[in-house]
């Protein structure tokens, strides 16, 4: 069965890695745990770990002992910040059926994608990591 909203791979990998994140406290988890307890890639975690990283979101250690660990508590972050730490702000400027033909003054779904995605960014811009950790 098809969805129409979608979220991109890296995007999934961050939420839920960040969650995995909040819900282990202060502890470190290597990428190895977050891979394993997420059936994905090392590589393709370890990137957007670094991503993370490099966005202030989580911090790393190096070495046997090392992993990864929030940088602020789960509280204080939100799923917005996870978001377009990997993706970029959410607009609406992009014709999401790949290939604009129209000239532009409409939109065959009218503002449909407008409210879908100010209620994605309202959603997202509300809920903390810590909101979430009854999840896991």
């Known amino acids: 069965m098809a969805t129409v909203l979608k979220i991109s791979e890296a995007a999934s990998l961050a939420l839920h890695s960040m969650l995995l994140l909040a819900a282990n406290g202060s502890l470190s988890l290597s990428v190895r745990k977050i891979a394993g307890t997420l059936h994905v890639s090392e590589a393709h975690l370890s990137k957007v770990l670094q991503r993370l990283a490099k966005q202030d979101l989580v911090q790393s250690t ?26 970029g702000e959410i607009t609406t ?30 959603y997202l811009g509300r809920t903390r990591l810590s909101d979430m950790t009854h999840l896991i």
């Open 93 to 122: 400027e992009e014709c999401v059926l790949g290939k604009r033909i129209c000239n532009g003054s409409g939109c065959i779904f009218g503002g449909f994608l407008e409210t879908v995605s100010e209620q994605m960014r309202d």
């Open 62 to 87: 190096r070495g046997p002992r090392g992993g990864f660990v929030l940088r602020k508590r789960g509280s204080e972050i939100r799923l917005l910040e996870i978001y377009e730490a990997i993706e």
